[in-house]
């Protein structure tokens, strides 16, 4: 019996390149999904952040796999801080705004992951590292934010911990991977259980 092809229901890079660091030959769909709708249906609804980041991950990865064989992996990730949730900044003016409401505080990212096939669920798996900014000045957002371009406005938080974005942490709990939008090793974990890569 063959090993069931992977698909990536996601647009992501950063996810793509994880997964091919890791080995694993994945094929990258976009999922043609309002992402923005359905977030203001779930927060109208008073849906917490978590919850939010697995829908979405479900709702990318059924989008795909309706259409497509295979093991099809969607994938979310929210930043919350308390009660908040943060999205990608619009523009560098919201990704300052961003970095001021964090300095100081810890925050967690809610990083959902969910693998559909034949059009349903199948797995899911969250991961919710936290991660604790240190006060930042005016001057070093500035330069941080100069420094580092309008590739922030890719990540929900501004930062990206891979670079820079190390300067602006005192402490970080959980998985690296995690961090960077995909909980690798548990997915790893289940395509090997699956027979999609070898054992």
Do not use: C
């Not at 977030?39 to 919850?51: I, L, P, Q, T």
């Not at 497509?68 to 930043?79: A, E, F, H, K, Y």
């Not at 190390?166 to 995690?178: H, K, M, N, R, V």
């Not at 909980?183 to 259980?193: F, N, Q």
Request: aromatic share 4%.
């Amino acid at each position: 019996m063959s090993a069931p092809e992977i698909v990536l229901a996601s647009g992501s890079a950063s996810r793509r390149a994880l997964l091919a660091a890791a080995g694993v030959e994945v094929e990258a769909v976009k999922p043609l999904v309002d992402e923005d709708a359905a977030k203001a249906a779930m927060r109208g609804e008073g849906v917490s952040v978590r919850d939010q980041a697995m829908h979405l991950a479900e709702l990318k990865a059924m989008k795909v796999s309706s259409s497509r064989p295979g093991l099809v992996i969607g994938g979310d990730q929210m930043l919350a801080l308390g009660d908040r949730a943060f999205d990608k900044p619009a523009d560098m003016a919201g990704a300052a705004d961003h970095l001021r409401a964090l300095s100081g505080q810890a925050h967690t990212l809610e990083t959902a992951l969910v693998i559909a096939e034949n059009g349903q669920p199948i797995w899911r798996h969250l991961a919710r590292p936290r991660l604790t900014m240190r006060p930042l000045s005016e001057s070093f957002i500035e330069q941080y934010l100069d420094a580092v371009g309008e590739d922030v406005l890719s990540t929900v938080g501004a930062y990206q911990l891979e670079g820079l974005g190390a300067q602006l942490f005192t402490s970080i709990e959980g998985d690296y991977f995690s961090i960077l939008g995909l909980p690798l090793l548990p997915l790893l974990d289940y395509l090997r259980t699956r027979g999609a890569l070898p054992a």
